[in-house]
């Protein structure tokens, strides 16, 4: 009796043709040399919906496409397979009822024992649903890379878990104006300042997304050219089905124009309630004042009556009495000026005339130990102004300037046109402006003085060295004045008062100013280059005046020179001659005059040096002798 069961006792060769027929899922068949079919099993049957006794003997090239015959890939496909014992691919094929699907393939070559080709052995199958699922996964990541090459509003980029950049869109190339052959590669945080550098801000927003899963922030970032952008960012975690951590998705948006915008907003709030709160105070102010000047009259009127009836000693309590009053009137004419109620006597006035007029006052006004430079625009158009109640507030600058450099430094008046385009500068309404300006390299002020520095008796000053009324009062004036009055100032750094006014354009007059001559005069004595100024100033002259030599040759370089007068002696360094060679050297186009009270061979001897080339004038000198010797040297 035989031990064995049916199915062990079958030979090697059926069991294996039942295992190849049994199989469903694979179409499994095999190929003559030629390309025919010689075996057909089920998955076949399945797959492509010929049965065996429909395809054998049919060549296997009428499973492909028409177009990929008349390429030649089945013929291709049985060579590949001959040369490199083995073909695989995918593509699409055709089945019976003409539908397509998408076919993995291999393809091997059969050999007997004496290496004669018997066939190839061909393995289909259909891999269709994956197909669409990679080709809908690949649609969808080409939209979405559409999607995000297509924003230029916001960079969007990848970063690895280390913080490199591993994509770049073009709206990140847009914003932060590297290419992605730039930036690729390179760690994010070269996109900050160097100060949120140093302080770790790129390594913590890395650390908080990788925690919380998210980060967001707004800040300063730096372009490719190195300029700054105000940047909304968020850094999202990217994690795997894992949790582990693949990366960051980062979104940059620049918020530039927004902030400056908010900042514009929040300044003009803040102005608004300045004027506001200044206006309040003026208005207290101007009551308060009114109702004084009405009890120092009935004072001062009581006075006069006691006056008459005064015994002798009562003469000093009366006089005491008296000077009271009077400094009670100049208070409340201070606050009347903040409180824009004092009575101007406004003309059209070139304020460049102005300053020239009350230089020496100015000057005198500071210390030896400070710099005093004038530097006046030519061409500064005219103003409506009450011309005393100008150089009063020009005075108030100049001394708190004074003040402010108590070891000295610079002072500087400065007049220039500015056009007003209702933002710039602020609460200018639109037109044309005179700017004066006094700046200062002294102390400086800090915010929250600049902010109160027109209020009425507001002061830094130590108690008894000021009233507070200086400011508020330039402030009220210039206001009364339609103008306005502005404050730069930092701690250390000085400060600079620009004052507003109300330009008076008159093209004809500013024509004839544009060619008037400007003379610098040279002089170490005070009064008697008083004298020369108000000479020259009288006969048409703009007037800039200097008293030493290096003083004279520093103005030159900085200003328009039309005619340089100068004294030939002077008792510190440069003496008239020398300025007046050196004059004659550098700055060729400026006329000379000398003035000098020795006569002319006398200085010949003394300097042995031809005076011949330089016009002369003899001390004292009056009006006709400049007027005559301007003449000669013209």
């Known amino acids: 009796m035989n031990d064995l069961s049916p199915t062990q006792s079958w030979p090697d060769e059926r069991r294996y043709q039942y295992l190849i027929s049994g199989i469903s899922d694979y179409a499994i068949y095999m190929l003559d040399p030629n390309g025919y079919v010689s075996s057909w099993n089920a998955g076949a049957n399945r797959f492509k919906g010929y ?22 890939k089945p013929a291709r496909a049985l060579s590949i397979a001959l040369a490199e014992g083995k073909y695989e ?8 009822d003409g539908s397509r699907f998408w076919a993995h393939v291999v393809i091997d070559p059969i050999y007997n024992e004496e290496g004669v080709l018997l066939g190839f052995a061909k393995v289909t199958r259909d891999v269709t649903e994956r197909k669409r699922a990679e080709d809908a996964l690949r649609e969808s ?28 869109n073009p709206g990140a190339e847009r914003i932060k104006g590297y290419s992605q052959e730039e930036i ?17 801000i790129p390594k913590r927003a890395l650390a908080t997304a990788a925690a919380a899963g998210r980060y967001e922030s707004e800040g300063w970032r730096v372009r490719k050219d190195g300029s700054r952008f105000w940047a909304h960012a968020v850094l999202d975690a990217i994690r795997g089905d894992d949790g582990e951590l693949l990366g960051f ?10 902030k400056k915008a908010d900042e514009a907003l929040e300044k003009a709030s803040i102005a608004l309630y300045q004027a506001q709160k200044m206006e309040s105070i003026g208005q207290l102010t101007g009551g308060v004042a009114h109702d004084f000047n009405n009890l120092l009259s009935v004072l001062s009127s009581g006075l006069e009556v006691l006056n008459l009836q005064r015994g002798e000693g009562d003469a000093r309590t009366l006089e005491s009495m008296r000077r009271a009053i009077d400094r009670g009137a100049r208070l409340t004419q201070q606050l009347l000026a903040f409180a824009r109620q004092q009575p101007l006597q406004a003309e059209t006035r070139n ?21 005093f430079v004038i530097d006046l625009d030519r061409k500064a158009h005219n103003a409506l102004i009450d011309s005393a109640r100008f150089e009063s507030a020009l005075l108030n600058l100049v001394v708190n300037a004074r003040d402010a450099m108590p070891e000295g430094g610079r002072l500087v008046i400065a007049t220039g046109n500015v056009v007003a385009d209702g933002q710039h500068p602020a609460g200018l309404a ?33 108690v008894g060295k000021g009233t507070g009324l200086g400011l508020s009062q330039v402030y009220g004036f210039i206001k009364q004045s339609g103008g306005e ?37 040279v002089e170490d004595e005070p009064d008697l280059m008083d004298v020369a100024a108000s000479l020259f100033t009288s006969m048409g002259y703009e007037v800039v005046t200097a008293a030493s030599g290096q003083e004279a040759i520093d103005l030159m370089e900085q200003r328009d020179i039309d005619i340089l007068f100068t004294d030939v002696v002077m008792p510190n360094g440069m003496n008239g001659i020398e300025l007046a060679t050196y004059t004659r050297e550098h700055f060729p186009t400026i006329k000379i005059m000398l003035a000098s009270g020795y006569p002319l061979p006398a200085l010949r001897q003394r300097h042995g040096v031809d005076l011949n080339e330089f016009a002369f004038v003899n001390k004292p000198y009056r009006l006709s002798d400049l007027a005559r010797t301007l003449r000669s040297a013209m």
Do not use: C
């Open 184 to 200: 690729v590669g390179s760690h994010f945080s070269r996109f900050y300042t160097p100060e949120d550098q140093v302080a770790g």
């Open 89 to 96: 691919a995918e593509g699409w094929r055709v089945r019976k």
């Open 351 to 371: 304020l460049n005339a102005v300053i020239r007029g009350f230089e020496t006052v100015l000057r005198r006004a500071g210390n030896p130990s400070i710099d």
């Open 141 to 168: 990541e080409q939209r979405f890379r559409l999607l995000v090459n297509g924003v230029t509003d916001y960079a969007l980029f990848m970063l690895s878990p280390e913080g490199t950049v591993t994509n770049w």
């Open 430 to 462: 639109p037109g044309d402006y005179v700017r004066v300006t006094v700046s200062d390299t002294g102390t400086g002020m800090p915010p929250d003085v600049v902010a109160r520095a027109f209020e009425p008796f507001f002061t830094t000053k130590e």
């Open 51 to 72: 049965v065996a006794q429909e395809i054998l003997g049919e060549h296997f090239s009428r499973f492909y496409t028409p177009e990929d015959r008349e390429a030649g």
């Open 485 to 521: 009055v502005a404050i730069d100032s930092k701690p250390g750094e000085g400060t600079t008062i620009a004052i507003y006014l109300p330009a008076v354009v008159n093209p004809a007059e500013e024509a004839q100013a544009e060619h008037t001559e400007r003379v610098l005069i």
């Open 249 to 258: 998705a980062k979104i940059t948006r620049d918020l530039t124009e927004k």
